[in-house]
Nanobody
């Protein structure tokens, strides 16, 4: 069973930057969409950003202009560059992959924004 391995979470001050990365442990056939979700305490999981195979991206309104999602198709990795972070960005971030045959979730990586 292929797993998604996330890295890059941690603590950052408001206004700072953080970069999350996600790579599969094996090959995934026919990936359609890759993305990042997040879940803050007491809140539902929400889509942060996604990217489809043709490169089109989609962002939550709350992160537009601050976060950038990018995919390395040669390695099936996906990155989330988080700039100008706010305390409201504090959450567990989950990598997500949707292919023709399956949907995968990462184990989650904690991002804490505080001074």
């Amino acid at each position: 069973q292929v797993q998604l391995v996330e890295s890059g979470g941690g603590w950052v001050q408001p206004g700072g930057s953080l970069r999350l990365s996600c790579a599969p442990s094996g090959s995934i056939f026919r990936i359609n969409t890759m993305g990042w979700y997040r879940q803050a305490p007491g809140k539902e999981r929400e889509l942060v950003a996604s990217i489809i195979t043709d490169g089109r991206t989609n962002y939550a309104d709350s992160v537009k202009g601050r976060f950038t999602i990018a995919r390395d198709s040669s390695k099936d990795t996906v990155h989330l560059q988080m700039n100008s972070v706010k305390t409201d960005d504090t959450a567990v971030y989950y990598c997500w992959v949707l292919s023709t045959y399956l949907q995968l979730w990462g184990q989650g990586t904690q991002v804490t924004v505080s001074s």
